[in-house]
């Protein structure tokens, strides 16, 4: 059963994977400044917040990765706790926007998501009102992107 599946996704990224990685790029990029735009500060170089699908947010000054990391999966925003390097606060929260990307989400979709990101961390509102409001986010994407379209 997989190896259909493998076979899709290799002849997607053959026919649009240069496309899609540079807007998987862009919006890693877009959602970094808009989370620091929000007062969540992402580890950058240079204030470039991303050269790939990942954005690392320094979490530290609002609690534990462990801890964001529930809350954020508690309002349906998939991401990953980690370790940082103690100059950037010890404990962050990686995401990636490759599936967001996926289901045609552009920069200029990425303040959005950052206030609903900011929303979690900074707790401004209980994570479930938050999920209802991604869950709509993401039905107002449209149809999946760098695929072949159905007519």
């Not at 997607?12 to 540079?22: I, P, S, T």
């Not at 877009?30 to 929000?38: P, R, S």
């Not at 508690?74 to 706790?81: L, R, V, Y």
Request: charged share 20%; glycine share 10%.
């Amino acid at each position: 059963f997989r190896m259909p599946a493998l076979a899709t996704v290799l002849a997607e990224m053959r026919d649009f994977g240069a496309q899609y990685a540079n807007q998987v790029t862009a919006n890693s990029q877009a959602l970094g400044a808009a989370l620091a735009a929000e007062g969540v500060p992402c580890v950058n170089v240079a204030g470039v917040y991303s050269r790939s699908h990942t954005v690392l947010i320094r979490v530290a000054e609002f609690g534990q990765g462990d801890d964001i990391a529930r809350k954020l999966e508690e309002a349906d925003i998939i991401c990953t706790a980690l370790g940082l390097p103690e100059a950037q606060g010890g404990t962050g929260i990686r995401l990636g926007v490759q599936e967001l990307t996926h289901h045609g989400a552009v920069e200029s979709h990425m303040p959005r998501v950052a206030a609903l990101i900011a929303d979690v961390v900074l707790g401004r509102r209980p994570p479930a009102e938050i999920a209802a409001d991604v869950h709509v986010f993401v039905e107002q994407l449209g149809p999946v992107r760098f695929t072949w379209q159905q007519e």
